[in-house]
């Protein structure tokens, strides 16, 4: 799912983003541009932390690290994608469209409009969505480490972190870049935690 070759995590930063700011149209496309070179180097950073994970581990307990990651993500995409199938048919009802918000990001989208049983189950459908991946990924985790030793789970650690720093890195070039005084100073990092815990979510 995507818009005319934006990614869908593009399109996702850029909905999150402009309901924050409360920025026009324009400027969310403009977001939408800068987010997709974002994406391009979260990427890379993901990249490299897998291959930091090869480096780190032996063959065979790398591999089943790598398979358990691949199979989480999967699972946890599968879930976000069948919330915003139930959350799009709600705002069907409006005669509105439930946009790009990611439902796993606890940033909700705004349920302005609805009336409040709708806004009520929106909330649940996210919630659970959230709970269900959160239970999946203690699964890969625990599964994860069982076969690691302390020095490797620190290594790999540090690389996380790395990983999520270069993150933050790039969705701050591509959302002051774009932004620029449209939002005071001292609200970008508030708004960066985010973005960035929501990119976190995608890999």
């Known amino acids: 799912m995507s818009e005319r070759g934006v990614p869908v995590l593009a399109l996702a930063l850029a909905a999150a983003a402009a309901s924050r700011v409360h920025v026009d149209e324009d400027a969310e496309a403009r977001l939408r541009v800068a987010f997709t070179a974002a994406v391009e180097q979260t990427d890379s950073a993901d990249r490299a932390y897998?291959?930091?994970i090869e480096e780190t581990l032996p063959r065979e307990?790398?591999?089943t690290m790598l398979?358990?990651?691949a199979a989480f993500r999967e699972m946890a995409a599968r879930t976000r994608e069948s919330a915003?199938?139930?959350?799009?048919?709600?705002?069907k009802r409006y005669h509105r469209s439930y946009g790009w918000f990611d439902p796993l990001d606890t940033y909700a989208?705004?349920?302005?409009?609805?009336?409040?049983?709708?806004?009520?189950?929106a909330a649940t459908i996210a919630d659970r969505a959230r709970a269900a991946?959160?239970?999946?990924?203690a699964?890969?985790?625990?599964?994860?480490?069982?076969?690691?030793?302390?020095?490797?789970?620190?290594?790999?650690?540090?690389?996380?972190?790395?990983?999520r720093e270069r993150f933050r890195a790039a969705l701050e070039t591509a959302a002051r870049g774009t932004l620029g005084d449209a939002i005071e100073p001292a609200r970008y990092?508030?708004?960066?935690?985010?973005?960035?815990?929501?990119?976190d979510g995608w890999y």
């Open 189 to 199: 990092d508030a708004l960066l935690d985010q973005l960035t815990a929501l990119a």
């Open 84 to 91: 915003v199938r139930e959350l799009e048919d709600i705002w």
């Open 67 to 69: 398979s358990t990651m």
């Open 133 to 137: 991946v959160e239970a999946l990924r």
């Open 109 to 121: 989208a705004p349920t302005h409009g609805l009336n409040h049983a709708d806004a009520t189950r």
């Open 61 to 63: 307990v790398a591999h």
């Open 139 to 163: 699964q890969a985790n625990e599964a994860i480490l069982k076969h690691l030793d302390a020095d490797q789970v620190e290594t790999l650690r540090a690389a996380r972190t790395q990983r």
């Open 50 to 52: 897998r291959s930091a």
